[in-house]
């Protein structure tokens, strides 16, 4: 079930390589363990810590760089007598991370023994949800149907 990609276009680890890219920015257990958060409502900093068991150095480290990538922002609160604070709110860029953050959760569900075994994501009416290849029009894709390809006019290869 190999993608189509055209011989001559060299997709090595590094700048050019999204997928690389993308690990660099986000590939951290903490940051994917902290967007699994944000999607599930947090929104606070003692939160994250609390709900993801890592130390408030990493939290805070990794939430900074998930904002400088713009998955997160961050918004000013502030409590009655204390001082101003920051909660982090995903961004559209972020909520676009829900499908692969979900596509984790079901893959662990399928291939590693006993993880998430009494959970279950569901739809309307309770329908399980799994996540599919699609068109932008909304027409499925299989792998094998996938190409990998130039954008018309890219030049660098």
Not at 60 to 71: P, Y
Not at 119 to 144: D, K, N
Request: charged share 25%; net charge negative.
């Amino acid at each position: 079930m190999p993608l189509h990609v055209d011989p001559d276009l060299l997709i090595a680890p590094g700048p050019g390589c999204p997928v690389d890219c993308t690990i660099e920015a986000l590939g951290s257990r903490a940051s994917i363990l902290l967007l699994r958060q944000a999607f599930y409502g947090d929104r606070r900093f003692d939160a994250f810590v609390e709900h993801t068991g890592i130390s408030e150095a990493t939290v805070a480290k990794r939430l900074q760089e998930l904002v400088d990538v713009g998955a997160l922002r961050k918004v000013p609160y502030q409590e009655p007598g204390s001082r101003r604070r920051d909660e982090y709110e995903l961004t559209a860029q972020g909520e676009e991370l829900l499908p692969v953050v979900l596509g984790l959760f079901l893959w662990g569900q399928r291939h590693l023994a006993g993880v998430g075994t009494g959970l279950q994501l569901t739809g309307p009416g309770g329908e399980p949800l799994q996540i599919v290849l699609q068109t932008a029009g909304g027409q499925p894709v299989e792998p094998r149907d996938i190409h990998i390809e130039l954008n018309d006019g890219d030049a660098a290869r």
